[in-house]
Protein backbone atom coordinates (compact mmCIF):
# COMPACT_ATOMS: atom_id res chain seq x y z
CA UNK A 1 0.00 0.00 0.00
CA UNK A 2 1.49 3.29 -1.12
CA UNK A 3 1.67 6.42 1.02
CA UNK A 4 0.98 8.17 -2.24
CA UNK A 5 -2.71 7.84 -3.19
CA UNK A 6 -4.38 8.59 -6.75
CA UNK A 7 -7.04 7.40 -9.04
CA UNK A 8 -6.10 4.19 -10.83
CA UNK A 9 -6.86 5.25 -14.34
CA UNK A 10 -8.49 8.32 -16.49
CA UNK A 11 -9.62 8.64 -19.45
CA UNK A 12 -10.60 11.27 -22.62
CA UNK A 13 -11.14 11.57 -26.07
CA UNK A 14 -7.88 12.47 -28.18
CA UNK A 15 -7.71 16.13 -28.12
CA UNK A 16 -8.97 16.60 -24.54
CA UNK A 17 -7.58 17.05 -21.52
CA UNK A 18 -6.53 14.82 -18.47
CA UNK A 19 -5.38 15.42 -14.73
CA UNK A 20 -4.22 12.56 -12.86
CA UNK A 21 -3.89 13.69 -9.16
CA UNK A 22 -1.64 12.13 -6.39
CA UNK A 23 -2.35 12.78 -2.69
CA UNK A 24 0.41 12.48 0.20
CA UNK A 25 1.12 13.94 3.57
CA UNK A 26 3.70 16.63 4.46
CA UNK A 27 6.23 14.27 5.30
CA UNK A 28 6.33 13.15 1.73
CA UNK A 29 4.44 15.34 -1.13
CA UNK A 30 4.15 18.53 1.55
CA UNK A 31 8.18 19.38 2.06
CA UNK A 32 10.09 17.21 -0.68
CA UNK A 33 9.61 18.03 -4.76
CA UNK A 34 7.71 15.70 -7.16
CA UNK A 35 8.07 13.83 -10.01
CA UNK A 36 5.93 12.46 -13.00
CA UNK A 37 6.90 9.11 -14.70
CA UNK A 38 5.49 7.78 -17.77
CA UNK A 39 5.79 4.34 -18.50
CA UNK A 40 4.73 2.75 -22.19
CA UNK A 41 3.93 -0.59 -22.79
CA UNK A 42 6.76 -2.85 -22.27
CA UNK A 43 9.28 -0.04 -21.91
CA UNK A 44 11.42 1.79 -18.97
CA UNK A 45 9.42 4.78 -17.13
CA UNK A 46 10.66 8.29 -18.29
CA UNK A 47 11.18 11.34 -16.11
CA UNK A 48 8.26 13.45 -17.39
CA UNK A 49 8.00 16.28 -14.52
CA UNK A 50 10.47 17.06 -12.02
CA UNK A 51 11.10 19.55 -8.93
CA UNK A 52 6.94 19.63 -9.23
CA UNK A 53 6.60 21.55 -12.46
CA UNK A 54 9.48 21.66 -14.58
CA UNK A 55 10.26 19.28 -17.84
CA UNK A 56 13.58 17.51 -18.90
CA UNK A 57 14.58 18.56 -22.29
CA UNK A 58 12.15 16.99 -24.93
CA UNK A 59 9.30 16.81 -23.16
CA UNK A 60 6.16 18.78 -24.74
CA UNK A 61 4.70 21.22 -22.81
CA UNK A 62 1.48 19.42 -23.03
CA UNK A 63 2.60 18.03 -19.97
CA UNK A 64 2.46 19.89 -16.84
CA UNK A 65 3.04 19.71 -13.04
CA UNK A 66 1.81 21.60 -9.91
CA UNK A 67 1.99 21.21 -6.57
CA UNK A 68 -0.39 22.31 -3.74
CA UNK A 69 -0.27 21.44 -0.37
CA UNK A 70 0.14 18.04 0.02
CA UNK A 71 -0.96 16.97 -3.00
CA UNK A 72 0.22 17.04 -6.77
CA UNK A 73 -1.27 16.81 -9.98
CA UNK A 74 -0.14 15.68 -13.25
CA UNK A 75 -2.30 17.70 -16.57
CA UNK A 76 -1.84 16.72 -20.08
CA UNK A 77 -3.44 18.46 -22.46
CA UNK A 78 -4.10 17.69 -26.68
CA UNK A 79 -4.08 13.97 -25.56
CA UNK A 80 -2.87 11.68 -28.27
CA UNK A 81 -2.96 7.82 -28.66
CA UNK A 82 0.53 8.05 -27.77
CA UNK A 83 -0.25 8.54 -24.75
CA UNK A 84 -1.66 6.17 -23.57
CA UNK A 85 0.90 4.47 -20.74
CA UNK A 86 0.81 4.43 -17.00
CA UNK A 87 1.66 7.26 -15.00
CA UNK A 88 3.58 7.73 -11.69
CA UNK A 89 4.55 10.23 -9.20
CA UNK A 90 7.03 9.98 -6.96
CA UNK A 91 8.96 11.95 -4.14
CA UNK A 92 11.21 11.87 -1.16
CA UNK A 93 9.42 10.73 2.46
CA UNK A 94 10.84 12.37 4.98
CA UNK A 95 9.66 9.96 7.60
CA UNK A 96 10.39 6.88 6.01
CA UNK A 97 13.54 8.25 4.22
CA UNK A 98 13.27 6.62 1.32
CA UNK A 99 11.87 7.32 -2.25
CA UNK A 100 8.44 6.07 -2.88
CA UNK A 101 6.25 5.96 -5.82
CA UNK A 102 2.09 6.04 -6.30
CA UNK A 103 0.85 3.01 -7.46
CA UNK A 104 0.48 4.49 -10.96
CA UNK A 105 -2.32 5.33 -13.06
CA UNK A 106 -3.67 4.45 -16.77
CA UNK A 107 -4.40 6.59 -19.01
CA UNK A 108 -6.77 5.39 -21.60
CA UNK A 109 -7.12 7.75 -24.58
CA UNK A 110 -11.06 7.02 -25.89
CA UNK B 1 24.49 10.39 -23.56
CA UNK B 2 24.56 8.90 -19.93
CA UNK B 3 23.58 5.35 -19.94
CA UNK B 4 22.78 2.50 -17.85
CA UNK B 5 22.93 -1.07 -17.93
CA UNK B 6 21.81 -3.96 -15.57
CA UNK B 7 23.49 -7.40 -16.00
CA UNK B 8 22.51 -10.35 -13.66
CA UNK B 9 21.31 -13.43 -13.49
CA UNK B 10 17.84 -14.04 -14.59
CA UNK B 11 16.67 -16.78 -12.45
CA UNK B 12 16.95 -17.24 -9.10
CA UNK B 13 16.42 -19.87 -6.53
CA UNK B 14 14.03 -19.25 -3.56
CA UNK B 15 16.31 -18.66 -0.64
CA UNK B 16 19.56 -17.53 -2.63
CA UNK B 17 21.06 -14.16 -3.29
CA UNK B 18 19.69 -12.02 -6.28
CA UNK B 19 22.68 -10.24 -7.62
CA UNK B 20 22.73 -7.99 -10.22
CA UNK B 21 24.99 -4.78 -11.33
CA UNK B 22 24.70 -1.44 -12.79
CA UNK B 23 27.04 0.03 -15.45
CA UNK B 24 27.52 4.13 -16.06
CA UNK B 25 28.85 5.22 -19.31
CA UNK B 26 29.12 8.62 -20.65
CA UNK B 27 29.18 10.25 -17.23
CA UNK B 28 30.86 9.92 -14.05
CA UNK B 29 29.37 8.03 -10.96
CA UNK B 30 31.55 9.75 -8.90
CA UNK B 31 29.44 12.89 -9.37
CA UNK B 32 28.41 14.92 -5.96
CA UNK B 33 24.83 15.95 -6.95
CA UNK B 34 23.91 12.12 -8.07
CA UNK B 35 22.63 8.95 -5.78
CA UNK B 36 22.54 6.06 -8.04
CA UNK B 37 19.51 3.43 -7.16
CA UNK B 38 17.46 0.22 -7.76
CA UNK B 39 14.19 0.58 -8.65
CA UNK B 40 11.96 -2.98 -9.22
CA UNK B 41 8.57 -3.63 -11.12
CA UNK B 42 6.83 -6.89 -10.36
CA UNK B 43 4.72 -8.40 -13.13
CA UNK B 44 1.96 -6.13 -13.60
CA UNK B 45 2.19 -3.92 -11.22
CA UNK B 46 3.69 -0.73 -10.20
CA UNK B 47 6.95 0.49 -9.17
CA UNK B 48 9.33 0.32 -6.00
CA UNK B 49 12.14 2.09 -4.76
CA UNK B 50 14.48 -0.49 -3.03
CA UNK B 51 17.32 1.75 -2.38
CA UNK B 52 19.97 4.35 -3.42
CA UNK B 53 23.75 4.82 -3.15
CA UNK B 54 26.22 7.64 -3.06
CA UNK B 55 29.58 7.42 -4.27
CA UNK B 56 30.78 7.63 -1.06
CA UNK B 57 28.97 4.75 -0.08
CA UNK B 58 26.05 6.47 2.22
CA UNK B 59 23.16 4.46 1.61
CA UNK B 60 19.29 5.02 1.40
CA UNK B 61 17.45 1.70 2.08
CA UNK B 62 13.30 0.63 1.31
CA UNK B 63 12.21 -0.12 5.39
CA UNK B 64 10.48 -2.70 3.89
CA UNK B 65 13.55 -4.37 1.98
CA UNK B 66 16.41 -3.10 4.74
CA UNK B 67 16.82 -6.29 5.80
CA UNK B 68 17.96 -7.92 2.96
CA UNK B 69 19.33 -5.42 0.77
CA UNK B 70 23.02 -4.61 0.57
CA UNK B 71 23.85 -2.02 -2.20
CA UNK B 72 27.49 -1.27 -2.95
CA UNK B 73 29.44 0.97 -5.13
CA UNK B 74 32.65 0.54 -6.79
CA UNK B 75 33.84 4.13 -8.63
CA UNK B 76 36.94 1.89 -10.35
CA UNK B 77 34.68 0.33 -12.48
CA UNK B 78 31.75 2.69 -12.60
CA UNK B 79 29.40 0.34 -11.51
CA UNK B 80 26.68 -0.28 -8.51
CA UNK B 81 25.76 -3.42 -7.12
CA UNK B 82 22.36 -4.92 -5.74
CA UNK B 83 22.49 -7.75 -3.33
CA UNK B 84 18.75 -9.23 -2.26
CA UNK B 85 19.50 -12.22 0.12
CA UNK B 86 16.83 -14.90 0.71
CA UNK B 87 14.53 -14.30 -2.30
CA UNK B 88 11.32 -15.63 -2.58
CA UNK B 89 8.78 -16.11 -5.62
CA UNK B 90 7.30 -12.16 -4.72
CA UNK B 91 10.95 -10.94 -5.88
CA UNK B 92 10.54 -11.37 -9.39
CA UNK B 93 10.72 -8.51 -11.11
CA UNK B 94 12.08 -6.51 -13.42
CA UNK B 95 14.96 -4.27 -11.76
CA UNK B 96 15.69 -1.24 -13.32
CA UNK B 97 18.91 0.80 -12.31
CA UNK B 98 18.48 4.41 -12.11
CA UNK B 99 20.05 7.74 -11.32
CA UNK B 100 18.49 9.85 -9.17
CA UNK B 101 19.48 13.53 -8.17
CA UNK B 102 20.20 14.62 -5.04
CA UNK B 103 19.67 18.16 -2.49
CA UNK B 104 20.88 18.12 0.77
CA UNK B 105 20.96 14.65 0.92
CA UNK B 106 16.77 14.05 -0.55
CA UNK B 107 16.52 12.52 -3.17
CA UNK B 108 14.27 13.96 -6.11
CA UNK B 109 13.95 11.96 -8.81
CA UNK B 110 14.78 9.27 -11.08
CA UNK B 111 16.06 10.82 -14.11
CA UNK B 112 17.66 8.44 -15.73
CA UNK B 113 16.90 4.94 -16.06
CA UNK B 114 18.12 1.26 -17.23
CA UNK B 115 16.32 -0.63 -19.85
CA UNK B 116 15.25 -3.45 -17.02
CA UNK B 117 15.96 -6.64 -16.70
CA UNK B 118 13.72 -9.49 -15.85
CA UNK B 119 14.71 -11.35 -12.48
CA UNK B 120 12.54 -14.49 -11.47
CA UNK B 121 12.42 -16.77 -8.84
CA UNK B 122 11.62 -20.03 -9.00
CA UNK B 123 12.76 -23.38 -8.38
Known amino acids: ?110 | QLQLQESGPGLVKPSETLSLTCTVSGGSISSSSYYWGWIRQPPGKGLEWIGSIYYSGSTYYNPSLKSRVTISVDTSKNQFSLKLSSVIVADTAVYYCARLPRVFGVLKSSDYWGQGTLVTVSS
Not at chain 1, 49 to 78: C, Q, V
Open chain 1, 1 to 110: QSVLTRPPSVSAAPGQKVTISCSGSSSNIGNNYVSWYQQLPGTAPKLLIYDNNKRPSGIPDRFSGSKSGTSATLGITGLQTGDEADYYCGTWDSSLSAYVFGAGTKVTVL
